[in-house]
T-cell receptor
Framework: KNQVEQSPQSLIILEGKNCTLQCNYTVSPFSNLRWYKQDTGRGPVSLTI?????NTKSNGRYTATLDADTKQSSLHITASQLSDSASYICVVPLSGGYNKLIFGAGTRLAVHP | DSGVTQTPKHLITATGQRVTLRCSPR?????VYWYQQSLDQGLQFLIQ???????AKGNILERFSAQQFPDLHSELNLSSLELGDSALYFC???????????FGPGTRLTVL
């Protein structure tokens, strides 16, 4: 069954600290994996897209890693800010294409001062 | 701002009623996607249109229907509404049938 699982479900950290979010997927065949940030009540915003051949990709304070062999990805947030408080969603397209996306349940991150 | 617009922002209605949600894709995008996000749940894919034609179908109920018009805007029609239909409904668009999707701000539907 094509699934995307994320952990932890929720996370609380202090401002300035780092954190790492995990994503495991069973979607096959695999073409790419995406991380989205979703503020409460808003639409998801793409942070990064990783293809099969990419191991690491950075977008500012966000760094995503991908291990296609173990079917795992992580999103590392450095020097967290209050504005990082949001849900982070791991997404994998179904059947190797882009049109149907399988969404993880997300990790809800709260950054406290 | 993703460039995708959705109206209305909020909608409150009663069970058994019918509503229409509207989405305008980014300029130049031919494909539109609809998603449902219930409270504290992940996004569920409903349906995709590409250049006016239905391209893919997800977990869309028979009470729901959608269409994409010649000007590429799309409407999602929800009928015989039930309490469980209360959710955020997102529209996304992409340039072609495959490609990065850009999400709109969503329509929050409350069924009382």
């Amino acid at each position: 069954k094509n699934q995307v699982e994320q952990s932890p479900q929720s996370l609380i950290i202090l401002e300035g600290k780092n954190c790492t979010l995990q994503c495991n997927y069973t979607v096959s065949p695999f073409s790419n994996l995406r991380w989205y940030k979703q503020d409460t009540g808003r639409g998801p915003v793409s942070l990064t897209i990783m293809t099969f051949s990419e191991n690491t990709k950075s977008n500012g304070r966000y760094t995503a890693t991908l291990d296609a062999d173990t079917k795992q990805s992580s999103l590392h947030i450095t020097a967290s800010q209050l504005s990082d408080s949001a849900s982070y969603i791991c997404v994998v397209p179904l059947s190797g294409g882009y049109n149907k996306l399988i969404f993880g349940a997300g990790t809800r991150l709260a950054v406290h001062p | 701002d993703s460039g995708v617009t959705q109206t209305p922002k909020h909608l409150i209605t009663a069970t058994g009623q019918r509503v229409t949600l509207r989405c305008s894709p980014r300029s130049g995008d031919l494909s539109v996607y609809w998603y449902q996000q219930s409270l504290d749940q992940g996004l569920q894919f409903l349906i995709q249109y590409y250049n006016g034609e239905e391209r893919a179908k997800g977990n869309i109920l028979e009470r729901f229907s959608a269409q994409q018009f010649p000007d590429l805007h799309s409407e999602l029609n929800l009928s015989s509404l039930e309490l469980g239909d209360s959710a955020l409904y997102f529209c996304a668009s992409s340039v072609v049938g495959a490609g990065e999707q850009f999400f709109g701000p969503g329509t929050r539907l409350t069924v009382l």
